[in-house]
């Protein structure tokens, strides 16, 4: 009977190892993809910026270039026009800021699961193991 559980200890020990170290390596797996999906957006959103910034730049010549041709160069409705493409390109940068740090925050929000699971794995393996040892304990003694 002094086999078996000490046989008993051993694989519930080696059970609880080999789940530490598979969450360990869960979490690990978990932050590589949220760093590297977190850069991938920031790559999306600075060339977004870039071809809103391109977009800006072809509007106001366009603008410029519409007001010359029609006589009135410098007027108050080129002036309006060109006020309101700067609005709307702000607008577009703000948006895309607000989603590259919501981006970042869900990342972060999703890593913390992933660790507190990976406790909590940890803790249930070590609990796992000291009830299968004071089982086998009892059923020693018994």
Known sequence: MGFILVASL???????????KAAKDSARAQKEANRISTAEG???DRAARARA????????????NQSKQAGSGGSSGEAGGLAALGSNFDRIIANQRGTE????????????ATDAEARFNTSKA?????????GAYKDYKS
């Open 53 to 64: 910034a391109r977009e800006k730049r072809l509007r106001r010549a366009r603008i410029a």
């Open 101 to 112: 740090f919501t981006r970042g925050k869900l990342s972060a929000a999703n890593q913390k």
């Open 42 to 44: 920031q790559v999306q």
């Open 126 to 134: 070590i609990g796992d193991f000291g009830q299968k040892a004071l």
């Open 10 to 20: 051993v694989i519930g020990a080696a059970s609880g190892i080999a789940q530490h």
